[in-house]
T-cell receptor, first 115, second 114 residues
Framework: AQSVAQPEDQVNVAEGNPLTVKCTYS??????LFWYVQYPNRGLQFLLK??????LVKGSYGFEAEFNKSQTSFHLKKPSALVSDSALYFC?????????????FGKGTRLHILP | DTEVTQTPKHLVMGMTNKKSLKCEQHMGHRAMYWYKQKAKKPPELMFVYSYEKLSINESVPSRFSPECPNSSLLNLHLHALQPEDSALYLCASSQAPLGAVTQYFGPGTRLTVL
């Protein structure tokens, strides 16, 4: 079965420190990979996506993610965390082989940046 | 502009009421989506419209009825809902069906069924 795993329910990071939010996937073939962020009582905001090419993808608000095919991972990173980065983060995948418009979301990771 | 708008922001309805949620985008996107999201959970896909035609129905109960009047509008008609249907309902759109297209989400409608 195709799936996305975000192994951490919550990640706590001190402001100014680097942050990593983990994501691994299990799909047939190559995937398209996405990260979204959701602030309280808001919709999801697109951060970045991986299609092909350079394994390091840069996105909005200083976030980046690294695609690792051998480890089937797409971890979200930021060099220096801000308190305003505190939110719920979703990793999502769309397998290339799928012939529909569905994307598979991970369960989400709550990022808490400590001042 | 990557804005998807949704109205109303909040909706409280009884189990016998009929109401509608509305979604609008003016980005020229040809795929539109309805998701249901419970607190602290990922969005669950309900329906997909592709070029104004229903392409995916994720076995959603018939008390939810989607409608796509044109390429910019998406409605979700609600009738005889249950309290467990209370959730955040998200609309999204993407440039075209399939491919590595990004889905852009609206702010959602917070629905409470009494």
């Amino acid at each position: 079965a195709q799936s996305v795993a975000q192994p951490e329910d919550q990640v706590n990071v001190a402001e100014g420190n680097p942050l990593t939010v983990k994501c691994t996937y299990s799909v047939s073939g190559n995937p398209y990979l996405f990260w979204y962020v959701q602030y309280p009582n808001r919709g999801l905001q697109f951060l970045l996506k991986y299609i092909t090419g350079d394994n390091l993808v840069k996105g909005s608000y200083g976030f980046e993610a690294e695609f690792n095919k051998s480890q089937t991972s797409f971890h979200l990173k930021k060099p220096s965390a801000l308190v305003s980065d505190s939110a719920l983060y979703f990793c999502a995948v769309r397998p290339l082989m799928n012939r529909d418009d569905k994307i598979i979301f991970g369960k989400g990771t709550r990022l808490h940046i400590l001042p | 502009d990557t804005e998807v708008t949704q109205t109303p922001k909040h909706l409280v309805m009884g189990m016998t009421n009929k109401k509608s949620l509305k979604c609008e985008q003016h980005m020229g996107h040809r795929a539109m989506y309805w998701y249901k999201q419970k607190a602290k959970k990922p969005p669950e896909l309900m329906f997909v419209y592709s070029y104004e035609k229903l392409s995916i129905n994720e076995s959603v109960p018939s008390r939810f009825s989607p409608e796509c009047p044109n390429s910019s509008l998406l409605n979700l008609h609600l009738h005889a809902l249950q309290p467990e249907d209370s959730a955040l309902y998200l609309c999204a759109s993407s440039q075209a069906p399939l491919g590595a297209v990004t889905q852009y989400f609206g702010p959602g409608t917070r629905l409470t069924v009494l």
